[in-house]
Structures are given as C-alpha cells and as structure tokens.
C-alpha cells in the first residue's frame, strides 16, 4: 500500500470509527485496526487523534470554502432580479452538493464540532468566521446597490449563515428523503423575499 493509499485509509477509517462510537470513544487503536495497519504506521501521518479529526474537517471546510468564494463573489450581481434569483440558487445548489457527496464528514463536523470544546470549538468557529466574513461581504455589496434592506449587516449575515446551516443540517444529514430542488427554490425564496409579513394587517374581530 503506498503512502497516499495509507493515508486515505486512515482517514477513511477514522470517519468511520469517529461515527460508530463518537470522537471520544474511539481510539487510535480502532482507526488502525480498521485500516488494517500497524499502530506505528498512524503516526508517520498524524500525530494523534486530534489531529485526524482536523485534517478530516479542514479538507471538508477547503471544498466549501473554494465553492463560496467562486460563487459569492457575484452573489447579488446581475442586472435583473432573475439573474440575482439565478446566482443565489446556484450557491445553494453548490453547497447543497458537497454536503450531499461529504454527508459523513458534514455529520461529524456538526455532532462533534458543535457539541464540545478544545479542538470542535477552534475548528467550528474557524468555520463560522470564514463563512460569515465571505457572507456579509456580499451583504454590504447588496445593501448598496438597493437590493436588500438590512437595519445591520453582520447581523443579517449570522441570520442568513444560521438559516441556510440549521436548514442544511436538518434536510441533508437528518431527513434525507427530502425533496432537494424543492428546498432550494423554497430556501432562495426566503433569502431574497423573507416572511412578507404585513405590518399593516387589521386584526380580526370575534364576533
């Protein structure tokens, strides 16, 4: 088996094992031992479990981070409200397939990422830094041009980031038998109309 051979087989392994028992639970001895290679041979690569689980999610964090930065650079650009509806639902669209194609890793970023301190905590605020900074960005660009109306821009960003990751996290990893381009034309719906609540209304009299 060659180094790189080895290398994806522990990283392989290592998904695997982090999803059967948890990144607690699961020792290098498991990684090894599912990989089918001497426990030796683990630290010619990593230097602990630690850094396995790093290596995993900055390499999932690196195809989104590259898809983002291609797609929102002209996130709200486009002369009529059809192109600015199209690069919207293309951004969805291209996250959507990562998830999809990374579904194991997205799953141990979030459960793990989000659920302890140490190295979850640096790793998943690393995360939300880049994506946040790249989103309100984009939301300053909108705002300037008239096509959004936000009191505050990194607060309309986190509210943004929140939906779209909340939403992911749910039809992606939990309810996967949902209808895909159905939540991408309802989610970019909502980005770009939101709730369409009436201040106006008149409220109904019992009679």
Request: aromatic fraction near 12%; glycine fraction near 4%; hydrophobic fraction near 35%.
């Given at each position: 088996m060659g180094e790189i051979d080895t290398k994806n087989a522990l990283v392989t392994s290592a998904i695997r094992m982090f999803q059967q028992n948890g990144f607690q639970r699961t020792r290098v001895s498991d990684i090894v031992s599912d990989a089918g290679v001497a426990q030796g041979t683990f630290y010619n690569y990593f230097r602990s479990?630690?850094?396995?689980?790093?290596?995993?999610?900055?390499?999932?964090?690196?195809?989104?981070?590259?898809?983002?930065?291609?797609?929102?650079?002209?996130?709200?650009?486009?002369?009529?409200s059809d192109e600015v509806v199209e690069n919207v639902r293309h951004v969805i669209r291209d996250i959507i397939s990562i998830y999809q194609e990374h579904l194991d890793v997205a799953e141990l970023l979030f459960r793990e990422g989000i659920g302890n301190g140490g190295i979850f905590k640096e790793i998943y605020e690393d995360f939300l830094s880049l994506f946040l900074a790249l989103i309100e960005d984009q939301v300053k660009k909108a705002i300037g041009r008239g096509l959004i109306q936000v009191e505050d821009s990194l607060i309309g960003s986190v509210l943004l980031f929140g939906l779209f990751e909340r939403s992911l996290l749910y039809f992606v990893l939990i309810e996967q038998k949902t209808d895909m381009e159905k939540f991408e034309r309802v989610l970019v719906d909502f980005v770009l109309k939101g709730l369409s609540f009436d201040y106006g209304f008149k409220a109904f009299k019992n009679e």
């Open positions: 479990k630690d850094d396995i689980f790093r290596d995993i999610c900055t390499h999932f964090i690196d195809l989104l981070q590259q898809k983002f930065v291609e797609r929102t650079e002209h996130l709200f650009d486009g002369e009529t």
